[in-house]
T-cell receptor, first 114, second 115 residues
Framework: AQSVTQLDSQVPVFEEAPVELRCNYSSSVSVYLFWYVQYPNQGLQLLLKYLSGSTLVKGINGFEAEFNKSQTSFHLRKPSVHISDTAEYFCAVSQSGGSYIPTFGRGTSLIVHP | EAGVAQSPRYKIIEKRQSVAFWCNPISGHATLYWYQQILGQGPKLLIQFQNNGVVDDSQLPKDRFSAERLKGVDSTLKIQPAKLEDSAVYLC?????????????FGQGTRLTVV
């Protein structure tokens, strides 16, 4: 079984500042990793995913994440945030080669202040 | 392209009552998922359909929850009888096929409050 830990429940940041949202996972097998964003009163939207290959993954809206196998981490970063990035961000993991059922973390609320 | 449609958006019921949620996936999407998202937690998969067959319902509380996708398109999720702990947002998602290589698209969800 796999699990996901999102270390911060809330991250406040000022507009145009860089941000990192942390995600650690545990699994006994190889994994796929995902970041989803949920804007207020909206469904989840896929930001980016790591399946294999390059450990640096670029997604939509200027976000990127780096898969670090030794630290079992998949932190999400953006060099300069906008007010419109205010949302809930979910990290998710699923086992590679098995049934694709992702396990989601509890979410991190990113709050961008002007 | 129309997205995943869910109704109703909000529902308030008393405990022990029954409730049903409806989902219309994106046209052509064979895979359909129902998730439960309790406040302060990430979504948890309840059931996955491939066309009209159930692929995974291991986390569905079958004593009170049921779901169907009779014609392999629309789906309904029912709770009978509801408990206070069923208060959550119920998300429906669909994808062209199962697996991580195809993106799952989510609906806006139905927010259920059980009082």
């Amino acid at each position: 079984a796999q699990s996901v830990t999102q270390l911060d429940s809330q991250v406040p940041v000022f507009e145009e500042a860089p941000v990192e949202l942390r995600c650690n996972y545990s699994s006994s097998v190889s994994v796929y990793l995902f970041w989803y964003v949920q804007y207020p009163n909206q469904g989840l939207q896929l930001l980016l995913k790591y399946l294999s290959g390059s450990t640096l993954v670029k997604g939509i809206n200027g976000f990127e994440a780096e898969f670090n196998k030794s630290q079992t981490s998949f932190h999400l970063r953006k060099p300069s945030v906008h007010i419109s990035d205010t949302a809930e961000y979910f990290c998710a993991v699923s086992q590679s080669g098995g049934s694709y059922i992702p396990t989601f973390g509890r979410g991190t609320s990113l709050i961008v202040h002007p | 392209e129309a997205g995943v449609a869910q109704s109703p958006r909000y529902k308030i019921i008393e405990k022990r009552q029954s409730v049903a949620f409806w989902c219309n996936p994106i046209s052509g999407h064979a895979t359909l998922y129902w998730y439960q998202q309790i406040l302060g937690q990430g979504p948890k998969l309840l059931i996955q359909f491939q066309n009209n067959g159930v692929v995974d319902d291991s986390q569905l509380p079958k004593d009170r929850f049921s779901a169907e996708r009779l014609k392999g398109v629309d789906s309904t999720l029912k709770i009978q009888p509801a408990k206070l702990e069923d208060s959550a947002v119920y998300l429906c998602a669909s994808s062209f096929e199962p697996g991580p290589n195809t993106e799952a698209f989510f609906g806006q969800g139905t927010r259920l409050t059980v009082v």
